[in-house]
């Protein structure tokens, strides 16, 4: 058996069913890899959906979900210090641990062992970049690091411009290939769904969330 295994995909792709089912049959507990869910309230627009982790009556044990208030600051570097803290008890009870996500960055963090400071504010800098247009940022973080620039994550200047802050701070940052005991063995799921049936499942579910 693999020390993770990981489950990820679009939203309304299936992702927690499938990882609580797993956690049911080999005795798991599922970490959380979403970036919104670990703030409390705000359930139905982060879709939670913690019934779901509930299989034949038997609760399925959960982490990461609703350790926030949602006017606390978070980043990538507590995230991966979190999931490590919650990746070792769930060893410690014999358990195997199920990553199940959502954020790609959160994901990408674990998988590819990205090795991040604790990078204090640089106001001074914060300012400057502040003055230029969500273009010009992008145009300067592919210049500063073009692997560093994620579409999908780079959505605002308040991404963008951390992301170079970081970097202006070490160059050293992004990621490293050696990866730890945890990465080197782990099983990772990935679902493929197409994207009429994702609408399709999201407008449902948010309906059944409202009702």
């Given at each position: 058996?693999?020390?993770?295994?990981?489950?990820?995909?679009?939203?309304?792709?299936?992702?927690?069913?499938?990882?609580?089912?797993?956690?049911?049959?080999?005795?798991?507990?599922?970490?959380?890899?979403?970036?919104?869910?670990?703030?409390?309230?705000?359930?139905?627009?982060?879709?939670?959906?913690?019934?779901?982790?509930?299989?034949?009556?038997?609760?399925?044990?959960?982490?990461?979900?609703?350790?926030?208030?949602p006017k606390e600051d978070y980043s990538v570097f507590k995230y991966k210090n979190d999931f490590l803290n919650a990746y070792k008890s769930i060893q410690n009870r014999n358990s195997l641990p199920i990553l199940c996500g959502g954020t790609a960055l959160y994901i990408e963090s674990i998988l590819l062992n990205y090795k991040i400071?604790?990078?204090?504010?640089?106001?001074?800098?914060?300012?400057?970049?502040?003055?230029?247009?969500?273009?010009?940022?992008?145009?300067?973080?592919?210049?500063?690091?073009?692997?560093?620039?994620?579409?999908?994550?780079?959505?605002?200047?308040?991404?963008?411009?951390?992301?170079?802050?970081?970097?202006?701070?070490?160059?050293?940052?992004?990621?490293?290939?050696?990866?730890?005991?945890?990465?080197?063995?782990?099983?990772?799921?990935?679902?493929?769904?197409?994207?009429?049936?994702?609408?399709?499942?999201?407008?449902?579910?948010?309906?059944?969330?409202?009702?």
């Amino acid at each position: 058996m693999s020390k993770l295994i990981v489950v990820l995909g679009p939203t309304a792709s299936g992702k927690t069913s499938l990882a609580v089912n797993l956690a049911y049959k080999f005795q798991g507990e599922i970490i959380s890899g979403d970036s919104r869910q670990i703030y409390k309230s705000m359930d139905i627009g982060t879709g939670k959906d913690l019934h779901e982790y509930k299989i034949n009556n038997i609760e399925i044990p959960y982490h990461l979900i609703d350790i926030l208030e949602p006017k606390e600051d978070y980043s990538v570097f507590k995230y991966k210090n979190d999931f490590l803290n919650a990746y070792k008890s769930i060893q410690n009870r014999n358990s195997l641990p199920i990553l199940c996500g959502g954020t790609a960055l959160y994901i990408e963090s674990i998988l590819l062992n990205y090795k991040i400071p604790n990078v204090p504010p640089n106001r001074k800098l914060r300012e400057e970049l502040e003055k230029n247009t969500l273009d010009m940022l992008v145009k300067k973080i592919k210049d500063l690091d073009e692997t560093s620039f994620d579409v999908n994550y780079h959505t605002t200047k308040r991404r963008i411009i951390r992301t170079i802050e970081i970097s202006s701070y070490t160059k050293d940052i992004n990621m490293e290939n050696n990866h730890n005991n945890i990465t080197s063995d782990s099983l990772v799921f990935g679902i493929n769904i197409e994207r009429h049936s994702i609408l399709k499942n999201i407008k449902n579910r948010l309906k059944q969330r409202l009702n």
